[in-house]
């Protein structure tokens, strides 16, 4: 990797992946800015604490059960004829929204609603976006471009309120509502001009119920995808405390303008922690600066819970804003960098389902919180939730991958030729036999046990090794996937990681010629 492709800028200077770049953060803004609106307006509509948290987890909620059909449909389907039905939905909502609020005919329920569709919509294009955009330049900058697009992301988390709540301040919330429209245009013109390369069509796609149980099976024997999960939804859930009921503390110190203040305090915070990441990463582990970040971000919701002054509440969002960004940032891209290209966008819907809907539940709980106590001591009961998570995060370190992990292999697939065998004929077992001396035994199951890992996590719905009871050198791995087509498609999955830990596992071979593979077909009985 060149020096310059380690800049974290470099990507931009890609046009196609510039204007995703600035599509999507012009979506994401619409988002957030959406999502501030509809809080302000809910405080305006009722005073219940409650129904206020319950637009956080309007725009949230939909991530559980739109995040991962998002992900399957960005790589089954034609990536820019899913966005533009996705971005024509959005902006038909935003329509509808702008109307029935300059009319005043909104309510508070009409209001959950119409954000509720808001969120289906970022729920289902967001995988697209992310994996759009790391596509869209050379495998070099690759890493600079994720880190990019989720900067895009977090950052347009904390800027996009911090916008929505001065227009409130100097104008009205249709104003707001009305930028989002603007906003969600922009990002429509930039899908209409897309152009997506074509894909191998020489398997058929995978089904959405197929993709779906891939997905599960992979987050499954995948280390990184469950760990950061984990470690997202502890650290997430407890942060939300501050999102959600930042509104109720604005409008108990000083309405609308001192929201706009305090959100743009946060956003500023997210900014600037956006630029002193590299430099704080070059100087420490990246661990150890999580650590830090969420420690800074306990430590100044808890300031903010406590304190009368707005000028102090602005001093500990700036600084909840940095340790935000770098929570949310690093655990983005930690996934990111370590899926290989064929899961990628399933990975993101993943991971946004768990954001998401840590968010949402969060939003509930933190708000049922205010009201059961008051909203300033849910926030203090938050900031410890946030100190706690980090025992997760100390017992599940994140990591970033490297290349091998991520590069699909140059090997040449085996050539078949199988008469008369279909596409969805299945199931397949398929054996391979090698010849191991007693010698090599421990290091070799050692060795093959991360190859079953492999299989499973790219389609084998069964795995396991055999010893021959006659032949004590003599093993037999056998695994299962459920179709032709799912297997030949495992075989594209393999990773240059892949080749190299199945040349260490066939290394262990002391037979004559190779290890033996054989294929079988499951056969219908005839009653």
């Not at 499973?456 to 459920?482: K, Q």
Request: charged share 10%.
């Amino acid at each position: 990797m060149t020096d310059s492709s380690n800049s974290l800028w470099a990507p931009l200077r890609f046009a196609s992946f510039r204007a995703l770049w600035l599509g999507a953060l012009a979506m994401n803004l619409a988002i957030w800015m959406q999502n501030v609106g509809a809080a302000w307006l809910m405080v305006s509509l009722t005073s219940s604490p409650m129904l206020v948290a319950l637009v956080q987890t309007a725009i949230s909620l939909p991530a559980f059960f739109f995040g991962l059909p998002g992900g399957v449909f960005a790589d089954i389907f034609n990536r820019r004829r899913y966005l533009l039905v996705t971005q024509i939905g959005m902006f038909c909502t935003a329509a509808t929204l702008i109307t029935c609020s300059a009319l005043g005919l909104v309510t508070p329920w009409l209001l959950l609603g119409l954000t509720f569709c808001f969120g289906i919509g970022f729920a289902l294009q967001g995988p697209a976006w992310y994996t759009t955009q790391a596509e869209s330049v050379p495998r070099p900058f690759m890493a600079s471009a994720l880190a990019l697009s989720s900067l895009s992301y977090s950052s347009a988390r904390a800027v996009g309120p911090a916008l929505a709540g001065s227009v409130v301040a100097m104008s009205n919330v249709v104003s707001v509502f009305a930028i989002c429209g603007l906003l969600l245009l922009g990002s429509l013109l930039v899908v209409i001009r897309m152009k997506v390369p074509a894909r191998d069509t020489s398997l058929p796609p995978e089904t959405l119920w197929a993709g779906l149980r891939g997905t599960m099976r992979y987050v499954r024997h995948s280390a990184v995808m469950r760990e950061q999960c984990l470690r997202t939804f502890a650290f997430v859930g407890a942060a939300s405390g501050l999102w959600a009921l930042l509104p109720v503390v604005a409008s108990e110190s000083g309405g609308a303008g001192n929201y706009g203040v305090l959100l743009g305090s946060l956003g500023v915070g997210t900014m600037v922690g956006a630029f002193l990441m590299p430099m704080v990463r070059a100087r420490m582990s990246l661990n150890l600066m999580l650590a830090l970040a969420a420690l800074l971000y306990a430590l100044n919701c808890l300031l903010v819970a406590l304190a009368s002054s707005t000028a102090v509440q602005c001093v500990a969002l700036f600084f909840a804003g940095i340790g935000w960004l770098a929570v949310g940032t690093s655990n983005l891209v930690a996934i990111q960098s370590s899926v290989a290209p064929w899961i990628r966008a399933r990975a993101v819907a993943i991971y946004m389902l768990v954001f998401q809907g840590s968010l949402a539940i969060g939003g509930a709980l933190w708000g049922a919180a205010a009201s059961h106590f008051d909203s300033r001591t849910a926030l203090m009961l938050a900031a410890m939730a946030v100190a706690l998570s980090m025992l997760v995060m100390w017992r599940y370190p994140a990591w970033l991958g490297n290349d091998d992990e991520v590069t699909p292999s140059s090997a040449e697939l085996p050539a078949f030729n199988f008469a008369g065998l279909e596409p969805g004929e299945g199931p397949v077992a398929v054996q391979i036999a090698y010849q191991v001396s007693a010698q090599s035994r421990e290091e070799f199951l050692r060795q093959i046990s991360r190859i079953g890992a492999q299989r499973r996590r790219d389609g084998a719905s069964f795995w396991r090794i055999y010893r021959e009871l006659d032949h004590p050198d003599h093993y037999l791995e056998r695994f299962i996937v459920d179709s032709w087509s799912d297997y030949l498609r495992q075989q594209t999955r393999t990773t240059l990681a892949d080749q190299q830990a199945e040349a260490k596992v066939r290394a262990f071979h002391c037979g004559d010629g190779p290890p033996k593979v054989s294929h079988f077909i499951g056969e219908h009985l005839v009653h």
